[in-house]
């Protein structure tokens, strides 16, 4: 089977190649890319005023499978990442069972080979039961398929124990990704320190809390040697911390989420709880500061942390609503808004969601060049529409997004040369299987 991608604008990260081109595809592969290449016998699929990217690539997300489906499955999980451009996910430990054994790992394999339609790449915990007591056995879990380890959630505050991790992955060549919140500081706050959660009367989350996290994860990725990602970081303090360190040659990433780069604390008033999350949404001058970050390459990464969940969890006080949003399929949009203000050039923002994610996890894609696998997405760049949540495809619909205006409609995703979405938006249906 041959297809060939024809009239696009094709922009491909790695190489700074931004043009018109066309793409063939062979066997799930892509073979050629040029100008005009022959169509006979292959399906033409016309993206003429469109942009033909990598496919986006979210290293954060969660899917809630095992134990909690009547959140998220793997198949609609999936079906969410498919509509938002999205060719592969990394889905955190935190399910029920959480995944600390091989036999989890195995379930996520085969349910994702049975019922996704993106790849689906297991992370294992750092620590049985997410507990932050024992280590799991991530040799085995590593070679079980699991591409990185975190305590997502939770961060692991024995920094001995932390340390021992480091030391035990590092041979594996995998990171640790690490949710860098000191709980020790945060006294049960939820929401950002502050006027804001001042004048709502709601307890506050100092910055310091993250802050002091990360500088520790850092030093012991100095210390070392061992590659740590830091998970959605939201403060100013956090980015000086990172580019400090990257300068000097410490093995350290990050990501941001887009609803970190968008919204600020203001978003809580009214006690929105779907403006409630973890970290919490901070100040203009930390979103300020993260476009500083995205701009100078200090933050690698942009992803989600897609985190579904019932509507009763979520319409409840303040105090006791769930945190977390699902952002799979808003996630493109809300970073073009980041191109429409020249924060970043559109070639960045792809890079930021598709090549930098690969090469954070050491995945393949996030690439259109020749032998790569055909994971691409094609979007209309200028195309407006509606966020409406009760169109979502993910089984959840907690968002702080439901009827904004955003640019960029995805219009196909393609997973080793298959069509795994197709249309206009959020209407559009996503096919089963890979």
Request: negative net charge; charged residues 25%.
């Amino acid at each position: 089977m041959k297809t060939v991608i024809k009239n696009g604008r094709v922009v491909d990260p790695g190489p700074g190649r931004d043009e018109s081109l066309d793409i063939l595809i062979e066997d799930g592969v892509i073979s050629r890319v040029a100008s005009s290449l022959p169509d006979a016998g292959a399906e033409v699929i016309d993206a003429r005023g469109m942009v033909v990217a990598p496919g986006l690539i979210d290293i954060h997300v969660h899917f809630r499978d095992p134990g909690q489906e009547y959140k998220e499955t793997i198949a609609t999980g999936t079906r969410a990442a498919a509509a938002g451009g999205f060719t592969a996910v990394a889905c955190m430990p935190n399910t029920a069972p959480v995944n600390d054994t091989l036999a989890v790992t195995e379930y996520i394999k085969n349910r994702a080979a049975a019922d996704g339609c993106v790849r689906v790449y297991p992370v294992g915990a750092i620590t049985k039961g997410l507990k932050g007591e024992t280590l799991t056995e991530m040799g085995e879990l590593s070679t079980g398929g699991c591409v990185a380890f975190s305590d997502d959630g939770k961060w692991v505050a024995d920094g001995d124990l932390m340390r021992r991790a480091l030391e035990y992955v590092r041979p594996f060549g995998v990171p640790l990704l690490t949710h860098a919140e000191d709980t020790s500081l945060t006294a049960g706050g939820v929401m950002n320190e502050g006027f804001v959660a001042t004048d709502l009367g709601l307890r506050g989350i100092p910055w310091v809390a993250e802050n002091a996290a990360v500088y520790r994860d850092v030093m012991l990725a100095a210390l070392t040697g061992a590659r740590v990602h830091v998970c959605h970081i939201s403060t100013l303090g956090s980015v000086e911390i990172l580019r400090s360190a990257k300068k000097a040659g410490i093995p350290v990433t990050c990501e941001v989420t887009p609803h970190h780069f968008t919204l600020t604390e203001e978003a809580v008033r009214g006690y929105n709880t779907q403006a409630k999350m973890s970290p919490p949404l901070r100040t203009s001058e930390d979103i300020e500061a993260l476009h500083r970050g995205l701009q100078d390459g200090t933050i690698d990464v942009i992803a989600t942390d897609h985190a579904p969940h019932h509507g009763d969890e979520k319409n409840v006080e303040f105090n006791l609503a769930h945190n977390g949003i699902v952002g799979l399929e808003t996630a493109l949009s809300l970073t073009l808004r980041l191109v429409e203000k020249k924060i970043l050039t559109l070639s960045q923002a792809l890079s930021k969601m598709s090549l930098e994610p690969a090469r954070a996890l050491s995945l393949p894609g996030g690439e259109l060049r020749e032998g790569a696998p055909a994971d691409i997405v094609i979007f209309d760049l200028e195309r407006k529409w509606i966020v409406d949540p009760r169109r979502f495809h993910s089984k959840s619909r907690n968002t702080p997004f439901g009827g904004w205006e955003l640019k960029g409609v995805v219009h196909r995703t393609l997973v080793a040369g298959k069509t795994v979405f197709s249309g206009s938006g959020a209407t559009a249906s996503c096919s089963e299987g890979k």
